[in-house]
């Protein structure tokens, strides 16, 4: 038996024994010792003696205490060894100290004293509004222990910024390393909420397929046509989700277009438009003579012409009315002038008087003679040959004819490009007629 059990029992015994003490008078607000005075034990009850040595005391039992391990709770002393926080001398709930003396029944001492009507009891006298930083939801009392709470709380990873405590909150605790599709670039925090990163992230229009793309052709356009100088391509639509295959202008396509000065329907030399289809290039050969008075001509010398075009003719200097067939006669016998103006003059009337067969304009010009092809073309571009024997004769042979080239089965927009005995068809194409 406990010790101070043991002695308060013998006190208690022997006051029934003496049976003339009172107990002193305790102020009605002080809690009550238990009643002792009467001095008759129930009949048949046990001894009133000393207790057995070491056994249970069988004359007072034990009161109905809540909690065995605490048998001095209601002793009126307050034995924190024992977990008691308060003794009123006896073992009910609901007067200020619990049945185990181990809760002073107050609202916010962190225990529920349900003797008290309390709901709850989360250690203080506080309303909470919301839970510790950290703790998504949780159970909070009010201030009076009178109705328990169910509160949320802030923490990282609910997508609100709670300073100082975090430095960002992107809604969850994962640590990305790049946008999701569609945002080139954002913010994002760390799993901590620690610390904002500036990510990067796929989209439609950044030259690389990614996510649901079918294709990316690094803008967010639908093209309807490819870029200049690519006949053929593929293009992305302007959401990412379709490849388009388009035609484009180029050089030789017959349209002038882009930075094109002409276009000939080819890529080729020939024709009225240059190989880059940047320089027009449909022109007349020309050439020129330089020629002598009629005293430094011999005769039965001679000067050869060629269009192109006719085969060519053979001009013949006569002093003496005999000429080679089938040359043609320049008469320079009877010029009434000696100079070789006339010689000039001569010259070009003979050239201009053969018509047809040879397709070469003659003007004279002081001592020369002008010629000019009468069609454009590289045809024209024949050289003149001469047997004069004066040296101060000169010929310069018919160059700078362009266009008019072009052979059969290469593209054309006009006769023009085309070999003089080709025309250019329906189909763009050079062909016989």
Not at 29 to 35: A, K, L, R, T, V
Not at 36 to 52: F, L, V
Not at 302 to 317: I, M, R, S, W, Y
């Amino acid at each position: 038996m406990n010790r101070n059990r043991a002695l308060s029992l013998t006190m208690l015994l022997a006051f029934t024994v003496v049976g003339c003490i009172s107990l002193p008078d305790v102020d009605s607000g002080e809690p009550q010792p238990p009643d002792t005075e009467d001095p008759t034990p129930d009949a048949g009850g046990p001894d009133a003696g000393p207790p057995d040595a070491g056994g249970p005391d069988a004359g007072l039992p034990d009161a109905g205490l809540p909690d065995a391990g605490n048998v001095l709770c209601g002793n009126g002393t307050i034995d924190a060894d024992q977990g008691e926080v308060c003794d009123d001398w006896n073992t009910s709930s609901g007067d200020g100290c619990r049945a185990d003396c181990r809760s002073d029944e107050t609202c916010g001492n962190g225990i529920r004293d349900v003797a008290k009507n309390e709901a709850c009891d989360d250690g203080n006298t506080t309303t909470e509004v919301s839970c510790p930083y950290g703790t998504a939801s949780c159970t909070r009392c009010n201030s009076t222990c009178t109705q328990e709470l169910t509160l949320a709380g802030y923490y990282c990873g609910d997508g609100i910024t709670n300073a100082p405590t975090e430095a960002c909150d992107d809604g969850n605790t994962t640590t990305e390393d790049s946008c999701p599709y569609g945002t080139s670039s954002c913010v994002r925090c760390d799993a901590s909420c620690s610390r904002a990163l500036n990510l990067t992230g796929p989209y439609c229009g950044d030259n690389v397929q990614n996510g649901a793309e079918a294709c990316d052709d690094g803008n967010t356009t639908t093209e309807t046509a490819c870029s200049y100088g690519t006949a053929t391509c593929s293009a992305c639509n302007s959401t990412c989700t379709q490849t388009v295959s388009l035609a484009g202008p180029y050089c030789g396509d017959g349209i002038r277009n882009g930075p094109e000065g002409c276009d000939d329907g080819n890529a080729s030399a020939c024709g009225t438009c240059s190989v880059t289809c940047m320089q027009p290039q449909s022109s007349q050969a020309t050439g020129s003579m330089h020629v002598v008075a009629p005293a430094d001509l011999r005769d039965a010398e001679t000067f050869t012409l060629d269009d192109g075009l006719n085969p060519a003719l053979v001009f013949e200097f006569d002093k003496n009315g005999q000429v080679t067939a089938p040359h043609i006669r320049v008469d320079i016998a009877n010029l009434p002038d000696p100079f070789p103006e006339e010689v000039a003059n001569g010259i070009a009337a003979d050239i201009n008087i053969v018509g047809s067969a040879l397709r070469i304009i003659a003007e004279a010009s002081g001592d020369s003679v002008l010629l000019v092809h009468e069609f454009a073309g590289t045809f024209g571009n024949r050289p003149i040959s001469e047997s004069v024997a004066n040296t101060f004769f000169t010929v310069s042979g018919m160059s700078g004819g362009a266009g008019r080239d072009c052979a059969q089965g290469i593209g054309c927009t006009q006769d023009a490009d085309c070999q003089p005995n080709l025309v250019c068809k329906s189909s763009r194409i050079c062909d016989l007629p």
